[in-house]
Nanobody, 125 residues
Framework: QVQLVESGGGLVQAGGSLRLSCARS????????MGWFRQAPGKEREFVAA????????YYADSVRGRFSISKDNAKNTVYLQMNNLKPEDTAAYYC??????????????????WGQGTQVTVSS
């Protein structure tokens, strides 16, 4: 159906930068949303950022606004998450997800249909 492959995670010092990539393949929908979520040990999965595929509409969690930037490459069917000024609090497993546009907002992970395997981001101080 739909496959999502993430890459780009790793270990970085506080204040550093990292770029995550998520390549989408399989079934194509006329309109869909790709988003990033993260989950740290002992915490609930939380929304990070999302982007509409057919239009340059983006969404950000307040905790990352101004530091993270989501973008896409239509030709490569890939979404990116540029993470700048990373903090130890950003340490988590980051997941790429996809959902049809529909009428639902992109903030709730329950609204997403497909998920990547996750990539670990560790920010050291």
């Amino acid at each position: 159906q739909v496959q999502l492959v993430e890459s780009g995670g790793g270990l970085v010092q506080a204040g550093g930068s990292l770029r995550l990539s998520c390549a989408r393949s399989g079934r194509t929908f006329s309109s869909y949303v790709m988003g990033w979520f993260r989950q740290a040990p002992g915490k609930e999965r939380e929304f990070v950022a999302a982007i509409r595929w057919s239009a340059p509409s983006t969404y950000y969690a307040d905790s990352v606004r101004g530091r993270f930037s989501i973008s896409k490459d239509n030709a490569k069917n890939t979404v990116y998450l540029q993470m700048n000024n990373l903090k130890p609090e950003d340490t988590a497993a980051y997941y790429c997800a996809s959902k049809t546009l529909g009428s639902t907002l992109p903030y709730n992970y329950n609204n997403y249909d497909y998920w990547g395997q996750g990539t670990q981001v560790t920010v050291s101080s």
